[in-house]
């Protein structure tokens, strides 16, 4: 068994592995394993730092693929990025028929090395709270809890109309300089121990062309002024990788008026419907979870929990 960095002909491979082990978000997400095969295969490895974005990281570039080769045989992924302050772990996949023999844990081992080599003291990650064998896995590995996140829907169609927003909140286009103001409010509202794990930062707000190109993917992001200032943010994505919009987590400082931002979700969310996307997913962090109630009253439905996890390295 080796752990490997991915290279460009080991795109049908993790399509493959994929498409015969989807984790339990691909279904919500409508995320086709085949068309990720084809973007793989086009874009000469691009693509696949891209990845993450797909399921819920639209934005950050991954940096490192991990494949498992046994027998020559692909077996194993795990997809690494990289923000100033951790490395963050996603795609750990196995195929089912050699589960149990240790390869996910080959690969956590070879994220940690990374971690140690690029000065990352920290490595975090998703998991759904229903995955019971990767829940076990990262305990047993030394993760632990730093935070929960819900993952809602909403279904478009007919039956679910949207209102219009009031027309009377400012909204407008994201603009680059807006960055550093948005950073700094959501900032301010995290707990500090994740606010020193996965801190806003400016450049998080944008997302740049070659992720729209990679992804085929259409962008728009908006945000809602109050006596000149920015106070909310969101992002709405549509890609032809899946069926689901997804809008990123919804940002407002702590005083936002509810009717600001009802109307900023509703731009978003009637741009996404525009756009023919049947559903629209969204992840709301703890300390967002004041939103709840308006997303409730937009439609929105609670699909998962996840539970963001941390492994501090020691040296
Ligand atoms: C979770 C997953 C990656 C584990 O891969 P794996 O190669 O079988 O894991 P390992 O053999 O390295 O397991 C290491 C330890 O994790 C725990 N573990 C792994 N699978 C488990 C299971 N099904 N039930 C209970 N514990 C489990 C055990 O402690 C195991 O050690 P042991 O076999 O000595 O008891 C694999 O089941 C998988 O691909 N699942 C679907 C995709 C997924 O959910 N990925 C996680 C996304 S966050």
């Known amino acids: 068994m080796t752990v490997r960095e991915y290279q460009r002909v080991d795109w049908a ?13 691909f279904p919500l997400l409508g995320l086709d394993p085949d068309a990720v095969g084809g973007v793989l295969r086009k874009t000469e490895g691009i693509g696949i730092r891209f990845l993450l974005g797909l399921a819920r990281l639209f934005g950050r570039p991954i940096l490192l693929v991990l494949v498992v080769e046994v027998d020559g045989r692909l077996v194993g992924t795990s997809l690494l990025n990289f923000t100033p302050e951790a490395a963050y772990v996603s795609g750990v996949v196995v195929d089912r028929s050699v589960r149990r023999q240790g390869h996910a844990q080959a690969m956590l081992r070879a994220c940690d090395d990374l971690g140690r080599r690029y000065h990352r003291p920290v490595l975090v990650l998703d998991v759904l709270s229903q995955n019971d064998p990767a829940i076990r896995l990262y305990d047993r590995w030394g993760y632990q809890p730093l935070r929960d996140q819900i993952w809602l829907a909403r279904t478009f169609g007919p039956d679910t109309p949207l209102p219009l927003p009031s027309g ?7 603009l680059h300089r807006d960055g550093a103001q948005l950073a700094e409010l959501d900032n301010a509202l995290m707990p500090p121990e994740v606010r020193k794990i996965l801190p806003r930062h400016r450049e998080d707000f944008g997302m740049s062309g070659v992720a729209r190109n990679v992804l085929q993917s259409d962008v728009a992001s908006w945000v809602a002024e109050v006596d000149g200032r920015p106070v909310g943010f ?27 931002a009802r109307d900023l979700l509703l731009t978003a969310l009637r741009w996404a419907e525009s756009r023919r996307a049947p559903r629209v997913l969204t992840e709301v962090p703890e300390h967002e979870w004041r939103m709840c109630p308006l997303l409730d009253s937009l439609g929105f439905v609670e699909r998962f929990r996840s539970h963001t996890l941390i492994h501090r390295l020691t040296a």
């Open 13 to 25: 491979g993790v399509a493959d592995l994929w498409r015969r082990n989807p984790s339990k978000e």
């Open 168 to 174: 009377e909140t400012r909204i407008r286009p994201y």
């Open 234 to 260: 969101l992002r709405s994505t549509v890609s032809r990788l899946m069926q689901a919009a997804n809008l990123s987590s919804p940002l407002f400082g702590a005083g936002v008026p509810q009717p600001v």
